[in-house]
């Protein structure tokens, strides 16, 4: 299995429209579909907004070293890839994503899986789809 499949989390930042790489990072749950990443976050946060401007070239960083913030930099020494961002309507792949998320977050999905399908649902989280660019 690939780190993409092992790991927990993912390292995301988009990059602004001059080419720099935005101060805008975190890390995040995702799953694997189809070959593309996948992440379900709120319609506000800041990788929705980048993708509703328009900005959706991505850094993504494969692994796990706790928040992006208390790690001093290192999740910049894990695996990385150049990805595309593009936003996922298409209720099919809503369904098949959360399952999978379900199964990847077992322990967690008693509380995280109603929130997902319900705000994917009324509209207050979106599913953000990473497509690995060369």
């Known amino acids: 299995a690939s780190?993409?499949?092992?790991?927990?989390?993912?390292?995301?930042?988009?990059?602004?429209s001059n080419g720099e790489l935005s101060r805008c990072q975190a890390e995040?749950?995702?799953v694997g579909h189809e070959g593309d990443l996948y992440v379900v976050t709120a319609h506000d946060a800041w990788r929705s907004r980048a993708v509703?401007?328009?900005?959706?070239k991505t850094k993504v960083w494969t692994g796990d070293v706790g928040q992006w913030r208390?790690?001093?930099?290192?999740y910049q020494?894990?695996?990385s890839h150049m990805a595309t961002a593009a936003q996922i309507?298409?209720?099919?792949?809503?369904?098949?994503?959360?399952?999978?998320f379900g199964r990847k977050y077992s322990a967690e999905w008693s509380s995280w899986g109603p929130r997902?399908?319900?705000g994917l649902a009324d509209g207050s989280?979106?599913?953000?789809?990473y497509t690995q660019t060369a």
Do not use: C, M
């Open 3 to 16: 780190a993409a499949d092992e790991s927990q989390l993912i390292y995301l930042s988009p990059f602004k």
């Open 52 to 56: 509703e401007k328009g900005l959706t």
């Open 116 to 118: 997902f399908t319900a």
């Open 70 to 74: 208390s790690s001093n930099g290192r």
């Open 125 to 129: 989280r979106v599913l953000l789809r």
């Open 77 to 79: 020494s894990l695996p």
């Open 28 to 30: 995040v749950w995702y």
């Open 89 to 100: 309507a298409d209720e099919t792949v809503h369904a098949a994503v959360l399952e999978k």
